[in-house]
């Protein structure tokens, strides 16, 4: 049996970049570790647009120790034009996110594709940075998406970058239930 602890005695803060597939699959394996271990694990998904997610429904199966939510509309967002809706949206997101950090209620974070929505202009580079400084030390902060800020990087414990080599999508491949989504 594995012995629950009470809440990490050092979290530090994640980073999964790269145009590899993978980053939000880490963090999902990442979270589930944790609640496996009693950690009360909080997951807010920016830019996903779908609602089909697996690991939404695995999320419900592991509630209370695991909690995903899903950030702003399941449309694209255009990286030069960004709607303002869709700005509103990520920031409303991100002011959950600073109130879920800083609550010192849980004990792993994970702002999925928050990189991605600071490279769209959608979430300003120095709230992400300001909530790094300011996170509780017992809370592990995971930052997952795309095009990663240097700053980011250079504020980050740990830096994993998933970088493409091969993958069956070039091919025609469509994305399949279970694996995918």
């Not at 930052?143 to 091919?171: C, F, Q, W």
């Amino acid at each position: 049996m594995i012995e629950t602890p009470k809440k990490l005695c050092l979290g530090l803060v994640q980073v999964y970049t790269g145009n590899g597939k993978g980053k939000t699959t880490a963090s999902l394996g990442l979270s589930v570790r944790a609640a496996g271990h009693g950690l009360r694990v909080y997951i807010l998904q920016f830019m996903k647009g779908s609602t089909v997610y697996g690991e939404l429904e695995s999320a419900r199966r592991l509630a209370p120790e695991l909690t995903i939510e899903q950030v702003g509309r399941d449309t694209f967002v255009s990286r030069s034009h960004p709607d303002p809706v869709d700005v509103a949206l990520a920031q409303a997101g991100f002011e959950k996110a600073r109130e879920i950090v800083l609550s010192g209620d849980y004990d792993l974070v994970v702002l999925d594709e928050i990189n991605c929505a600071v490279d769209f202009a959608l979430v300003p580079l120095d709230d992400v940075k300001e909530l790094i400084r300011l996170k509780p030390r017992h809370t592990e902060l995971v930052l997952t998406g795309r095009s990663v800020h240097p700053e980011i990087v250079e504020l980050a414990d740990l830096v994993t970058e998933m970088r493409e080599i091969k993958h069956y999508y070039n091919s025609g491949q469509h994305a399949r239930t279970g694996i995918e989504s």
